[in-house]
């Protein structure tokens, strides 16, 4: 028996498929179809979690996503754990584990419901005056304390072995919601000829139909009609309709993100399916037929567990066969909670009373009821209630005051009337509209090419809805291009009357109470908060809004907004339009991260790029630095070394012998046209025009505002083409900078730039020996130093495959660089270290490549600079073309602030003891004894230990540094103050004789 | 160990296939490839030279007519720029150099390389990643565009009604490959 | 995210192919060397960042390449027009009068 609670014959489920799962622990049985939520109430269980703030206990309100109690952790095992699933929406499975939230240590025992008995403390807005004082309390105490209770659910703390997928898709018509508009929309737009997706969140299409039992569609039920219909459109080719997908959010431009459970309600998921399915969709037509959501009534304690929307009830009952109750009371100020009594009746279950707050229902309510011998009292109102861990009575007073009379309930079902679902239309821009003579929002202008049918449009005339929904779907087809126009007819009868109903407090919750009458359940926001918001100055509801949590957080106010806006009004004596509604905000209801990172997890979160090399530095022991997305070689440690000693045997042996560098990370741009020259002439500071083919030179490039951007070697291989090389991070943004000042301030040029950095494998053999390794592999170039001179570049052969051969040097000794096809790049790189390693030569990664060009003084762009550096501040001023009349940056490095005095300059710094090796980005200043804080000078750029020089080696940007130099600096560090002498920037071979080799 | 004489290519994905019920995802063969940019005068000799027209309307690309150019095409990347493939190894460069009206072309054979995308989910795999509509009627054969998939650029050519040609950066490759694979697991056509 | 018609496409495109590049319609002046500081400053430093319509610079980055001009309200956030660099800038007037019947097209 899958729960003492099931009644047989009521339902649509078969009491064959049983099946069964966990709850805190208690093993229960379920059917198959069960939401968590209606499983549970079969088994009686109405106690299904602890309220947010105050602890209160509290069982299913809804029986949908608009749930805001009954909130569950669903957990497959430590990784696969979902905090906040809503009970009402979660099918349940073979062998599933639910578990309650918010409390401790059990749900039926919560210390935490202290909080209920100290609530007065807990009023809206306490936290903004609770823990104001004593400051320093903050940090220490409020801040962990808060942290340690605040939250709904646990996260889990293994990463998640679910796999989540992404689809862009594009469609003429999106029909959000597949209760009967949305199919009647998806239908008509489909049969037309337009491409349609339609979802719904439910695992079943039909929205309204399950519990609407006295409808029918075409004179037949109106569930088993939405079925049919669903078959139907997903059988069409131009369909796509998805269940269990919740549209969450609507963009700009009719962009709409979808999430698709493809495995939440599966047992066993085969491990090829992903969890979930982003879905972002772009439509040209977006149709809304998101429904309707009831409101409960407001009034003293309506939270007890058992207390529920008339539709939730129905829906148990009608949909799941699950009596919610054995003597059922209803407060009603709406005619819809009385279809919800009399199937209750029908099916044998004992209604007690029903409260209707007003004097006149609906016509011929009255007779049905005393047809199936109800008791209905009009004109009273419910004022209280009784129970613990489940409501157990009903207090019932006439509304023109008198005797209470208590009346035992065991469930009471409410509604306060319906709130056209108008989230989506919101999140789209939409305004909204008040409609007066219906006290609701309604939509009204609309941003974005979409369109409201049926109930969310405040349609509440079931045919009338269907004609507005068909009529929808096919001028949407129509206007996104379709040429048929089929008659798409859907006839109904039967449907209830929604309209009417109350907004705020009902009798005996009124500003003279001081009772908890709760209107956002999720956030335990009480009509006395409201009222209280209101005297603590809220005048408009955004701010009401944030000082008492009304309608924030994963609820975005689904069953609240309405009785805030009402409870709010009243207290500032103002109509609700003129109060305001807040803004429904994305998600509609909350989004797993997963789905939303999809595909973008672990090895796809980035791309790594690496080099043609990669996998013989790997092979030959390299450790990997991350530079960008690149993967970079940055040092080759031998058995028994460290990095230092890797890092000093490296730098020694391309000094001594020779060594071999991946650089094929340099960006790379080849500049090609008449104007080429012309062209570098704008955008270096430097002069091209008169650089000869086959010649290379070190250029400079500054932003307009005078500024070092990147710099890099070019080469001119002809006179119309040249090879440009820039740093490894600036590849792309050199090349949109180019491409920027050609295409919009130069366009005149005849001159085009194509990236090349992916083209060349570039392999950088450096050292004394560097020539005599190469030469070889070389053909038909002559390599000696008179034929091939330092900053000069070829083109030839090296092991039968095309070189562009590079004579340049970012080490100071005599050097090689060769870019060969990028394919190439690895057996090349094998022939040029066959010729090398016996010879001594030794492979070096960046690490090194660093220290030897800090020992050469040679700057890192990023690293030395930092966006605020002239080519003055760091002494390249010889770069500058002095006859230029025009480049980049000409006019910005002339500001007075970039050429005053006193600017800082790149030095380089020797410490006064050798062995001592400063620290990266280290303060300098002149007089350590001064009082904190000091005058600072400037900062350490650069700092390594040089094996070549046999001490430490610094750069630094320091204040006036050129005119320091031989002066003594001090660098104050936690520990102690290191001393140190201002240098120039070459540290090994000053006269820079060992290029020419 | 490589001959010093003849340094052999190794193409980055080398060796990588997925293979399911309704997509195939494999490296396409080495090609030669050329950016090729010009001024509208040099489009028809241009085109003479490589032997396919030069298409001039966005988001199209244009095949050889000769038989024994078979497989060259040229892609239509912006309104002064092509990408132009040959798969049977042809020096375009050396095609190129004959024509004397204004225009740059840069090899770029391995900058690039390719993967071939097939079967009736092609066009649902790319849509993990790719943002553009590449429904057959907007994106038909012979349809092309660089575009981006997930975190990476490319060139994409829809060679027939479930093929797709994915050319990217040669660094990128790994990703995209990984990529597509991974959105292969999701069989939703 | 949006969808940018590129003039050079000549077709609605994902935002992802698109990068921004600022205000448009901002001269380099070709003289810049001899022009005074407070002309540098109001060239390379000052912007409007106006509420409504800006113009703007954007880059088909991941599409053609091509750099190109867009009118936008900034209320909206919605494209009113875009141009090719170097086309002359659009009367706003016109603009914003396209804007409203656009506005009440998309009702119903």
């Known amino acids: ?997 | 160990m490589a001959d010093r004489n003849t340094a052999l290519r190794a193409a980055p994905l080398d060796g990588r296939l997925v293979r399911s019920a309704h997509v195939e995802i494999v490296p396409a063969d080495v090609a030669s490839r050329i950016v090729l940019r010009a001024r509208p005068e040099a489009i028809a000799p241009l085109s003479r030279a490589l032997g396919v027209k030069l298409p001039e309307e966005p988001k199209t690309s244009a095949k050889a007519k000769a038989s024994r150019l078979a497989g060259r095409i040229a892609l239509w990347i912006g309104p002064d720029e092509w990408l132009v493939v040959d798969p049977n190894g042809a020096d375009l460069m050396a095609l190129c150099s004959k024509v004397k009206k204004l225009h740059s072309a840069v090899d770029v054979s391995h900058r690039n390389t390719a993967i071939l995308v097939a079967g009736e989910a092609a066009q649902s795999v790319i849509s993990a990643g790719c943002p553009q509509d590449l429904s057959p009627n907007i994106f038909p054969v012979g349809a092309c565009s660089r575009t981006v998939l997930g975190k990476a650029e490319i060139v994409l050519v829809r060679e027939d009604a479930h093929v797709f040609r994915v050319e990217c950066w040669r660094s990128f490759s790994d990703y995209v490959f990984a990529f597509l694979a991974d959105a292969a697991r999701d069989a939703v056509i | ?108």
């Open chain 1, 1 to 997: 028996m899958s729960g003492a609670n099931r009644i047989a014959g009521a339902g649509r489920l078969t009491p064959a498929r049983s099946l069964r799962f966990s709850f805190d622990g208690e093993l229960y049985t379920g059917l198959e179809g069960d939401t968590l939520a209606s499983a549970l109430l079969a088994n009686g269980v109405h106690l299904m979690g602890r309220s947010f703030k105050y602890h209160r206990p509290r069982g299913v309100l809804g029986a949908g996503s608009e749930e805001p109690n009954a909130l569950m952790s669903i957990e497959r095992d430590r990784s696969r754990r979902q905090p906040n699933v809503r009970a009402t929406v979660q099918e349940v499975f073979e062998g599933m584990s639910a578990v309650s939230q918010n409390r401790w240590p059990s749900l039926a025992f919560d210390v935490g419901a202290v909080n209920n008995v100290l609530s007065p403390l807990f009023a809206a807005g306490f936290y903004y005056k609770t823990f104001m004082w004593p400051k320093r309390a903050w940090e220490k105490l409020y801040e962990p304390v808060i942290r340690g209770t605040a939250g709904l659910g646990v996260a889990p703390d293994e990463s998640d072995t679910d796999h989540y997928s992404n689809r862009y898709t594009h469609c003429d018509v999106l029909v959000l919601g597949g209760g009967v508009c949305g199919l009647s929309a998806a239908l008509a737009a489909a049969q037309s000829g337009a491409s349609v997706m339609l979802c719904d969140e439910q695992a079943q299409f039909g929205g309204a139909l399950a519990f609407e039992t006295g409808i029918r569609v075409h004179n037949e039920d109106g569930f088993a009609w939405a079925a049919q219909t669903a078959q139907k459109l997903s059988a069409m080719d131009n369909v796509r309709i998805l269940n269990r997908t919740t549209a969450f959010g609507y963009y700009a431009q009719n962009f709409v993100g979808l999430v698709e459970r493809v495995t939440d309600h599966l047992a066993d998921p085969d491990p090829a399916l992903p969890r979930e399915r982003l879905w972002q969709v772009r439509a040209k037509k977006v149709i809304i037929a998101t429904g309707a959501i009831e409101r409960p009534m407001v009034f003293a304690n309506n939270d007890r567990p058992g207390i529920m929307l008339s539709s939730a009830a129905r829906t148990y009952l009608n949909h799941y066969g699950v009596a919610v109750g054995t003597k059922v009371g209803v407060y009603t100020a709406n005619d819809s909670a009385y279809e919800a009594a009399f199937d209750l009746k029908r099916q044998g279950v004992a209604v007690e009373t029903i409260v209707d707050t007003r004097d006149a229902p609906g016509e011929g309510l009255l007779s049905t009821a005393a047809d199936l011998g109800l008791e209905v009292l009009t004109g009273q109102s419910v004022t209280d209630t009784k129970g613990a861990r489940r409501v157990s009575a009903m207090v019932v007073r006439p509304n023109g005051g008198g005797a209470a009379r208590t009346i035992p309930v065991d469930a009471l079902i409410m509604s306060a009337g319906w709130t056209p679902s108008v989230h989506m239309f919101s999140q789209s821009r939409g305004k909204v509209a008040f409609d007066a003579s219906t006290q609701r929002f309604l939509p009204g202008d609309y941003v974005q090419d979409c369109v409201s049918v049926g109930a969310c449009n405040g349609t509440d005339d079931m045919p009338a809805a269907i004609e507005e929904a068909l009529a929808a779907g096919s001028n949407a087809a129509r206007a996104t291009g379709s040429k048929r126009s089929p008659k798409t007819k859907v006839s109904c009868e039967g449907a209830g009357n929604w309209s009417g109903g109350m907004s705020g407090a009902a009798a005996g919750a009124g500003p003279d109470t001081t009772v908890k009458a709760f209107i956002d359940f999720q956030n335990d926001v009480t009509a006395k908060d409201i009222r209280l918001a209101v005297r603590e100055g809220m005048h408009s509801i955004e701010h009401v809004k944030r000082f008492t949590t009304n309608g924030m957080a994963s609820d975005q106010g689904k069953t609240s907004n309405m009785h805030g806006l009402a409870i709010a009004a009243e207290a500032l004596d103002r109509e609700m339009p003129q109060v305001g509604l807040t803004t429904f905000r994305a998600p509609y209801t909350p989004v797993t991260f997963g789905s939303i990172v999809n595909h973008a997890r672990g090895k796809l979160f980035d791309p790594t790029r690496r080099t043609p090399m990669h996998y013989w530095e790997e092979e030959h022991g390299a450790v990997f630095e991350d530079v960008g997305q690149w993967k970079r070689a940055w040092y080759y440690p031998r058995v028994g070394e460290d990095m230092h000693a890797a890092v000093n045997r490296e730098c020694r042996t391309v000094r001594e012998v020779a060594g071999l560098f991946d650089a094929s990370t340099l960006g790379k741009i080849e500049v090609v046209g008449p104007d080429a020259a012309r062209f570098l002439d704008l955008i270096y500071t430097n002069g091209w025009t008169k650089l000869k083919p086959g010649r290379c030179k070190y250029g400079i490039m500054l932003r307009e505002d005078g500024f070092i951007y990147d710099d890099g070697v070019v080469a001119r291989l002809a006179e119309d083409r040249f090879h440009v090389t820039t740093t490894t991070g600036g590849a792309p943004r050199v090349l949109n900078h180019m491409e920027d000042y050609l295409q919009t301030e130069f366009p005149d040029l005849d001159v085009w730039l194509t990236s090349t950095s992916e083209q060349w494998a570039v392999i950088a053999v450096q050292g004394p020996k560097a020539r005599e390794i190469i030469a070889p592999l070389v053909e038909d170039i002559d390599l000696s130093g008179e034929a091939m001179p330092h900053m000069s570049a070829r083109e030839g052969k090296i092991c039968g495959v095309p070189t562009r051969l590079f004579r340049v040097s970012f080490t100071g000794e005599a050097g090689f660089e060769i870019n060969v096809p990028a394919d190439h790049g690895r057996a090349v790189w094998e022939a040029v270290w066959a010729q090398a390693e016996p010879l001594g030569a030794c492979a070096y990664g960046t690490e090194a490549m660093h220290v030897l060009r800090a020992e050469k003084g040679f700057i890192i762009v990023g690293q030395d600079t930092d966006g605020t550096v002239t080519p003055d501040d760091a002494g390249l001023n010889w770069a500058i073309a002095k006859s230029k009349p025009d480049f980049v940056g000409i006019r910005g490095m002339k500001r007075p602030d970039l050429v005053a005095e006193g600017r800082k300059q790149l030095v380089g710094l020797k410490t006064r003891n050798p062995m001592t090796v400063l620290e990266e980005g280290a303060q300098i200043v002149a007089d350590p004894n001064e009082a904190v804080p000091m005058t600072m000078l400037g900062h350490v750029t650069s700092s390594y230990w040089s094996e070549n020089c046999g001490c430490s080696i610094a750069m630094a940007l320091v204040a006036n540094g050129r005119a320091r130099r031989g002066e003594t600096l001090y660098v104050p560090m936690p520990d102690r103050t290191i001393e140190v002498e201002v240098t120039g920037t070459v540290f090994f071979d000053e006269e820079g004789e060992r290029v020419n080799g």
């Open chain 3, 1 to 108: 995210m949006l969808l940018i018609h590129c003039p050079y496409c000549k077709e609605d495109r994902p935002e992802l192919e698109f990068s921004h590049a600022g205000e448009a319609h901002i001269v380099r002046p070709t003289n810049i060397a001899a022009i005074d500081d407070t002309a540098f400053e109001e060239m390379f430093f000052l912007r409007d960042n106006p509420k409504g319509l800006v113009y703007e610079r954007w880059r088909h980055i991941h599409g053609c390449g091509r750099f190109f001009n867009a009118v936008r309200d900034t209320v909206s956030d919605r494209f009113l027009t875009t141009y090719k660099a170097g086309e002359p800038k659009p009367d706003p007037v016109r603009l914003s009068k396209g804007a409203d019947v656009a506005k009440k097209g998309a009702a119903k």
